[in-house]
């Protein structure tokens, strides 16, 4: 089982842009599909982007196609790789709690039964 965990959350205004991280706990990423979804107060997750393993293609939701890039890094000082999601352009639509998921492939990436293990959630608010 893959622990993951997700940073970088919080308020931002309208316009601007925020980094959330997805990291690992004792297990590299680069073995997973990547995915990216978030989920608004009373609904149900909805898919945001996925990054397949090993292609590293990658997939976003019509809201968010070209505003958020997801992107894979890797921290050589410690051999651990991280999934960036790089947000710009933040709307009024975009605030809920943004969750990583480990999958094996991007295929069908919008389901959430696609996906094995989850983080717990980051925050984004966005608002003036």
């Known amino acids: 089982q893959v622990q993951l965990v997700e940073s970088g959350g919080g308020l931002v205004q309208p316009g601007g842009s925020l980094r959330l991280s997805c990291a690992p706990s004792g297990y590299a990423l680069n073995a997973f599909s990547i995915g990216w979804f978030r989920q608004f107060p009373g609904k149900k997750r909805e898919g945001v982007s996925c990054?397949?393993?090993?292609?590293?293609?990658?997939?976003?939701?019509?809201s968010v196609k070209g505003r958020f890039t997801i992107s894979r890094a890797t921290d050589t000082s410690t051999a651990e790789k991280r999934v960036y999601l790089q947000m710009n352009d933040l709307k009024a639509e975009d605030p809920a709690v943004y969750y990583c998921?480990?999958?094996?492939?991007?295929?069908?990436?919008?389901?959430?039964?696609?996906?094995?293990?989850w983080g717990q959630g980051t925050q984004v608010t966005v608002s003036s």
């Open positions: 998921a480990a999958g094996n492939q991007c295929t069908s990436w919008l389901a959430v039964d696609e996906y094995d293990d």
């Open positions: 990054i397949a393993t090993p292609t590293r293609a990658t997939y976003y939701s019509g």
